[in-house]
Antibody, heavy 123, light 112 residues
Framework: QVQLQESGPGLVKPSQTLSLTCTVS??????????WTWIRQPAGKGLEWIGR???????KYNPSLKSRVAISVDTSKNRFSLNLTSLTAADTAVYYC???????????????WGKGTTVTVSS | EIVMTQTPLSLPVTPGQPASISCKSS???????????LFWYLQKPGQSPKPLIH???NRFSGVADRFSGSGSGTDFTLKISRMEAEDVGVYYC?????????FGQGTKVEIK
């Protein structure tokens, strides 16, 4: 079955850029009209939507992060990525990737999640 | 942005008993396409969130039928008909009618 797996550095220094990748396995990203989402969760806190991207490359971002975030997709490699610049301690969190899709009848937002990857911003 | 408010934030439930979580949005979640974009997720301890309900009342594939969702406009409810030990975790509502998508604060459900 289709699985998502986040990967990237666990520790990043303040002011640097975070780059994470979500690899899709068990199926092709472009086998349907999917969109791909990044969500994060600081330790002991709730969920924050970072942004999403369609297979077409059309991306939407959370305005609270918009100037620092970029999401890209590479369907040929079955993966999508998150770049977050100018990191501070407030960006320390577990980062999740997720899949969504809509049919003519319904939308299935975040129907599949990765296990998450912990990112710590510290010098 | 749309603010999602869940109550209660903590809910102890006796096994076999029902449970109910409320989720209120600061704006209507009814889209011009006629659909209401309200979702529910369960995050079990140490795990990533799992989908439960899409568009107010539709269970995702594989979700037990003891979970049900209802509501309209700005007021929504998730119900567990009979609490089981495996239902322990934090429940989140989420809206996607408007960007940015936003989640409720989460309701921690535990065994009483």
């Amino acid at each position: 079955q289709v699985q998502l797996q986040e990967s990237g550095p666990g520790l990043v220094k303040p002011s640097q850029t975070l780059s994470l990748t979500c690899t899709v396995s068990g199926g092709s990203m472009d086998s349907g009209d999917y969109y791909w989402t990044w969500i994060r969760q600081p330790a002991g806190k709730g969920l924050e939507w970072i942004g999403r991207i369609y297979n077409s490359g059309d991306a939407k971002y959370n305005p609270s992060l918009k100037s620092r975030v970029a999401i890209s997709v590479d369907t040929s490699k079955n993966r999508f990525s998150l770049n977050l610049t100018s990191l501070t301690a407030a960006d320390t969190a577990v980062y999740y990737c997720a899949r969504g899709y809509c049919t003519s009848d319904s939308c299935y937002d975040m129907d599949l999640w990765g296990k998450g990857t912990t990112v710590t911003v510290s010098s | 942005e749309i603010v999602m408010t869940q109550t209660p934030l903590s809910l102890p439930v006796t096994p076999g008993q029902p449970a109910s979580i409320s989720c209120k949005s600061s704006q209507s979640l009814l889209h011009s396409d006629g659909k209401t974009y309200l979702f529910w997720y369960l995050q079990k301890p140490g795990q990533s969130p799992k989908p439960l309900i899409h568009e107010v009342s539709n269970r995702f594939s594989g979700v037990a039928d003891r979970f049900s969702g209802s509501g309209s406009g700005t007021d929504f409810t998730l119900k567990i008909s009979r609490m089981e030990a495996e239902d322990v975790g934090v429940y989140y509502c989420m809206q996607s009618v408007e960007l940015p998508q936003t989640f409720g604060q989460g309701t921690k459900v535990e065994i009483k």
